[in-house]
């Protein structure tokens, strides 16, 4: 097993460049991951739709198209709903290989306790990040919340803001302010047609990653409907 990974993505020109000065240590990685590397491909939510060992009907007719006889070997219906990603993984705790949000760095850094300032429909938590490690660097902080228990359903945790701090040198600190607007805090609720924020006690979690968790605030807020205009109705019924 490797001590690390550098994952370059499609860097582009000057991308050489750039991994060079990371793996020689003139640069510092800061980068965070977009996205969560599960253990199997199966783990994802999504996987349930897709048929591993069916054979797939093919025939066509010219009346009806594709014969559509059996879900997920015929046809697919994507029916994971809000459940992509790390949503899933984390509300479902599975043993993933790499977390959503996940990055490593040349120094370390060490979260101080957060602080909540609630007002006028906004959320905002500062927290001191410290560098605490022998290398200048910088910390993506990232901001997640939990929602209290509604109607709608909602993952176990969903980030809702992020921030970098400047070029920090060993022993330097900074505070970080993130904020949250309590209406993206809401979920669309097709009964209603609209966006629909729970009022309640919400957690905001400072973190590193989606499973490494430093910090948190709670914070009430006030129950929200916000109406939307229904301009993509059909006019009429049709056969799918």
């Given amino acids: 097993m490797p001590d690390a990974i550098l994952l370059s993505w499609q860097a582009g020109q000057e991308g050489g460049n750039s991994v060079a000065d990371i793996l020689t240590?003139?640069?510092?990685p800061s980068g965070k991951l977009p996205?969560?590397?599960?253990?199997?491909?199966?783990?994802?939510?999504?996987?349930?739709?897709?048929?591993?060992?069916?054979?797939?009907?093919?025939?066509?007719?010219?009346?009806?198209?594709?014969?559509?006889?059996v879900k997920n070997v015929d046809y697919t219906l994507y029916d994971e709903g809000i459940y992509v990603g790390y949503r899933w993984f984390d509300t479902q705790k599975l043993q993933?290989?790499?977390?959503?949000?996940?990055?490593?760095?040349?120094?370390?850094?060490?979260?101080?306790?957060?602080?909540?300032?609630n007002s006028q429909g906004k959320v905002t938590i500062?927290?001191?990040?410290?560098?605490t490690g022998g290398k200048a660097g910088k910390e993506a902080v990232q901001l997640y919340v939990e929602a209290p228990a509604g109607k709608l359903d909602k993952p176990v945790h969903e980030l809702k803001a992020f921030g970098k701090t400047r070029l920090l040198k060993p022993g330097e600190s900074q505070v970080v302010t993130l904020t949250v607007?309590?209406?993206?805090?809401?979920?669309?609720?097709?009964e209603q047609n609209a966006?629909?924020?729970?009022?309640g006690k919400y957690k905001f979690v400072v973190a590193a990653s989606s499973r490494d968790l430093r910090g948190?605030?709670?914070?009430?807020?006030?129950?929200?409907?916000?109406?939307?205009?229904?301009?993509?109705?059909?006019?009429?019924?049709?056969?799918?």
């Fill in 35 to 69: 996205m969560t590397f599960p253990v199997t491909l199966s783990d994802h939510r999504s996987s349930l739709n897709f048929s591993i060992d069916q054979k797939i009907d093919r025939r066509w007719s010219v009346k009806t198209g594709l014969t559509h006889k």
């Fill in 96 to 117: 993933v290989s790499y977390p959503f949000g996940y990055g490593l760095s040349y120094t370390t850094f060490e979260y101080g306790k957060p602080s909540v300032e």
């Fill in 126 to 131: 500062r927290v001191s990040v410290k560098n």
């Fill in 181 to 190: 607007h309590t209406d993206d805090l809401a979920s669309f609720d097709e």
């Fill in 25 to 28: 240590g003139h640069a510092n």
């Fill in 216 to 240: 948190s605030v709670t914070a009430d807020v006030s129950p929200s409907v916000r109406k939307v205009n229904d301009v993509l109705r059909m006019p009429a019924a049709f056969k799918k």
């Fill in 195 to 199: 966006w629909v924020t729970d009022g």
